[in-house]
Nanobody
């Protein structure tokens, strides 16, 4: 089992920045791909960014590309999401997720482990 704990959410004005953190514990060695998903009220959960743990390859949803950066710290077993130039439409609960199949996927069903989520609110 892998446990994921997010932190760093909050409220910010449009154009501002936030940095989310997700720390993994447990059988961390089994995780291959980690991702940040987000879910706005009344909408489906969508991926924002994905990172392959070993290669550091990254993938971004078109709506965040150029504004968000996903990174990881092996020593701290932590994945980060730096979010810049935030927009009101970025408002959502952000979830950290991990899978152990080396599957690079934007589908929530391909991820086995989830954090509890952290709220990000961007005001106009």
């Amino acid at each position: 089992q892998v446990q994921l704990v997010e932190s760093g959410g909050g409220r910010v004005q449009a154009g501002g920045s936030l940095k989310l953190s997700c720390t993994a514990s447990g059988r961390v060695s089994s995780t291959s791909v980690m991702a940040w998903f987000r879910q706005a009220p009344g909408k489906e959960r969508e991926f924002a960014a994905i990172i392959v743990w070993s290669s550091r390859l990254t993938y971004y949803h078109s709506s965040v590309k150029g504004r968000f950066t996903i990174s990881r710290d092996n020593v701290k077993n932590t994945v980060y999401l730096q979010m810049n130039t935030l927009k009101p439409e970025d408002t959502a609960v952000y979830y950290c997720a991990a899978n152990n199949r080396s599957t690079v996927s934007g589908r929530p069903t391909d991820y086995h482990y989830w954090g509890q989520g952290t709220q990000v609110t961007v005001s106009s």
